[in-house]
């Protein structure tokens, strides 16, 4: 490593949103990093030229198809980007405010996604990769870090995400004398936008909402009447599922069910869920309301590829297509990519890690990303950010508390690290308003004018959001 910087490296494994994020604050506050990744193109044997290039063996988790950095697998969206009403907007919010590579790239390659900010996959990750690439302080190393890192790596952040490698899992396991790490996790499928029925379907964003990209119709819409949703149902419950002996001890995570397993926990869970027909009218029969409606979201940004939206699924994929194409609309669906099923991993954090997310029993060792037991990308990549600024703090002999629970951040870091020690089961959580401190639901608004009973809610989730920024600010000093 060639740099003018007078700091030992801080090594973080795992490539991934968190790690990159990770990466990125280290360097940014002028320490070097050493970022690895088992994600690969290894040559095999010699080339049979000078010119020629020789065979090469693509190594991947279960879930990647690529090498790039911070590779989005389940979904390309990071939900919702209004800072104002929703947690995870808050959240997008302060980490712009802090800096963030992974909000910076995501802004640059947004896709219209109605009130969501979601990506183009292969852009957003290439974007990740160049500039980590590209920066003097980073140096990145391809290459599995198989256990527990060396000894003499005194400051690393342990990123590796929902599928950490059974060498360095098993090692967690030894040295906490913990007895599971995993959960299920599934994958969406993805569809050619010209495959689409565009005479069923039809463009809007639920009630019309705009996003950050100022799409008010950024959602294609699949409507269902009640005879086509059941038989769905039953073509959902009757298929073929795959199972995974060696993982059957594994739960599911909540947030990310298979829509198999929601069908099985009643009939009319899909159209209260993902197939909720709310804020939706069809044009082409404006009084008929839909039964249900399966969404699809932009997936790139050429807008050739759309992903059904909550449809994470693990029927097998000889059938997958023959089911989904029951959906009017995707009578003649060609699929991208069909959904699956993969192993996701966690830590009992709030027994494990201190509030700068260091492992208690080896404070060297920090986590970050969603083996903390937080879920989801923006989540993740929060994790990567604080764990980032943490470690370079250390570094640099001036350790920094996290940010007050009053902050979305905050509040993941409470969440991860406080409470569950006593019955119970520590689950992922995402952000939500509920992570964070009550404010009493206001009854005037700023120009004193009451307000109605029904919008207090809304206007109490604003008075948190601006507490949050505030604090965020008085926190990091910007």
Same mark, same amino acid.
């Given at each position: 490593?060639?740099?003018? %910087?007078? *700091?030992?490296?801080?090594?973080?494994?795992?490539?991934?949103?968190?790690? %990159?994020?990770?990466?990125?604050?280290?360097?940014?506050?002028?320490?070097?990093?050493?970022?690895?990744?088992?994600?690969?193109?290894?040559?095999?044997?010699?080339?049979?030229? &000078?010119?020629?290039?020789?065979? $090469?063996? +693509?190594?991947?988790?279960?879930?990647?198809?690529?090498?790039?950095?911070?590779?989005?697998?389940? &979904?390309? &969206?990071?939900?919702?980007?209004?800072?104002?009403?929703?947690?995870?907007?808050?959240?997008?919010?302060?980490?712009?405010?802090?800096?963030?590579?992974?909000?910076?790239?995501?802004?640059?390659?947004?896709?219209?996604?109605?009130?969501?900010?979601?990506?183009?996959?292969?852009?957003?990750?290439?974007?990740?990769?160049?500039?980590?690439?590209?920066?003097?302080?980073?140096?990145? $190393?391809?290459?599995?870090?198989?256990?527990?890192?060396?000894?003499?790596?005194?400051?690393?952040?342990?990123?590796?995400?929902?599928?950490?490698?059974?060498?360095?899992?098993?090692?967690?396991?030894?040295?906490?004398?913990?007895?599971?790490?995993?959960?299920?996790?599934?994958?969406?499928?993805?569809?050619?936008?010209? %495959?689409?029925?565009?005479?069923?379907?039809?463009?809007? %964003?639920? *009630?019309?909402?705009?996003?950050?990209?100022?799409?008010?119709?950024? *959602?294609?819409?699949?409507?269902?009447?009640?005879?086509?949703?059941?038989?769905?149902?039953?073509?959902?419950?009757?298929?073929?599922?795959?199972?995974?002996?060696?993982?059957?001890?594994?739960?599911?995570?909540?947030?990310?069910?298979?829509?198999?397993?929601?069908?099985?926990?009643?009939?009319?869970?899909?159209?209260?869920?993902?197939?909720?027909?709310?804020?939706?009218?069809? =044009?082409?029969?404006?009084?008929?309301? &839909? *039964?249900?409606?399966?969404?699809? !979201?932009?997936?790139?940004?050429?807008?050739?590829?759309?992903?059904?939206?909550?449809?994470?699924? +693990?029927?097998?994929?000889?059938?997958?297509?023959?089911?989904?194409?029951?959906? =009017?609309?995707?009578?003649?669906?060609?699929?991208?990519?069909?959904?699956?099923?993969?192993?996701?991993?966690?830590?009992?954090?709030?027994?494990?890690?201190?509030?700068?997310?260091?492992?208690?029993?080896?404070?060297?060792?920090?986590?970050?990303?969603?083996?903390?037991? $937080?879920?989801?990308?923006?989540?993740?990549?929060?994790?990567?950010?604080?764990?980032? !600024?943490?470690?370079?703090?250390?570094?640099?002999?001036?350790?920094?508390?996290?940010?007050?629970?009053?902050?979305?951040?905050?509040?993941?870091?409470?969440?991860?690290?406080?409470?569950?020690?006593?019955?119970?089961?520590?689950? =992922?959580?995402?952000?939500?308003?509920?992570?964070? =401190?009550?404010?009493?639901?206001? +009854? $005037?608004?700023?120009?004193?004018?009451?307000?109605?009973?029904?919008?207090?809610?809304?206007?109490?989730?604003?008075?948190?959001?601006?507490?949050?920024?505030?604090?965020?600010?008085?926190?990091?000093?910007?």
């Amino acid at each position: 490593m060639t740099t003018n %910087s007078t *700091y030992q490296p801080v090594h973080v494994i795992g490539g991934g949103l968190a790690g %990159s994020e990770a990466a990125w604050q280290i360097a940014q506050s002028g320490v070097p990093v050493i970022l690895h990744e088992m994600r690969r193109d290894e040559a095999i044997g010699a080339p049979s030229s &000078s010119e020629a290039v020789g065979p $090469v063996k +693509k190594i991947r988790t279960d879930a990647h198809n690529t090498d790039g950095l911070a590779e989005m697998v389940c &979904s390309n &969206s990071f939900r919702s980007d209004d800072w104002q009403f929703n947690a995870v907007g808050l959240l997008h919010a302060e980490m712009r405010k802090l800096g963030s590579l992974i909000m910076s790239c995501a802004d640059q390659h947004q896709v219209p996604a109605g009130g969501a900010l979601a990506v183009d996959r292969d852009g957003f990750s290439g974007e990740v990769t160049r500039r980590l690439e590209a920066h003097p302080l980073v140096t990145i $190393v391809r290459e599995e870090i198989a256990g527990l890192p060396p000894e003499e790596w005194d400051n690393v952040i342990v990123a590796t995400g929902p599928l950490t490698s059974p060498t360095l899992a098993q090692a967690i396991l030894d040295m906490t004398g913990e007895g599971q790490l995993s959960f299920f996790d599934a994958i969406a499928p993805i569809i050619h936008f010209d %495959s689409i029925d565009m005479d069923k379907a039809w463009r809007q %964003s639920r *009630y019309d909402k705009e996003g950050p990209g100022g799409d008010a119709a950024a *959602y294609i819409n699949c409507p269902m009447n009640k005879a086509q949703y059941e038989a769905f149902i039953d073509a959902l419950l009757d298929g073929p599922k795959s199972e995974f002996k060696e993982w059957e001890n594994v739960p599911y995570f909540d947030g990310c069910l298979p829509i198999e397993v929601m069908a099985e926990r009643g009939r009319e869970t899909l159209r209260h869920g993902p197939m909720k027909p709310v804020g939706l009218t069809n =044009p082409r029969d404006p009084l008929v309301k &839909s *039964y249900a409606i399966v969404q699809l !979201r932009q997936d790139n940004a050429l807008g050739t590829l759309w992903n059904m939206v909550g449809f994470q699924t +693990k029927l097998k994929h000889g059938v997958q297509a023959d089911t989904f194409r029951m959906i =009017p609309g995707l009578e003649n669906a060609q699929f991208a990519r069909l959904g699956g099923l993969h192993r996701n991993t966690f830590i009992n954090s709030p027994k494990l890690l201190d509030k700068s997310l260091r492992m208690k029993v080896a404070p060297r060792l920090r986590f970050a990303g969603q083996v903390t037991g $937080v879920e989801g990308y923006v989540e993740s990549a929060a994790m990567g950010l604080l764990t980032g !600024r943490f470690a370079a703090a250390d570094r640099k002999g001036a350790p920094i508390d996290a940010p007050p629970p009053t902050t979305a951040l905050g509040a993941l870091v409470e969440h991860i690290t406080g409470g569950h020690l006593d019955g119970g089961s520590f689950q =992922p959580m995402n952000i939500n308003y509920g992570l964070l =401190p009550p404010l009493e639901a206001p +009854k $005037v608004d700023e120009d004193g004018k009451k307000i109605p009973l029904k919008e207090r809610g809304r206007a109490k989730k604003r008075l948190m959001s601006l507490r949050a920024l505030k604090d965020l600010e008085a926190w990091a000093g910007v």
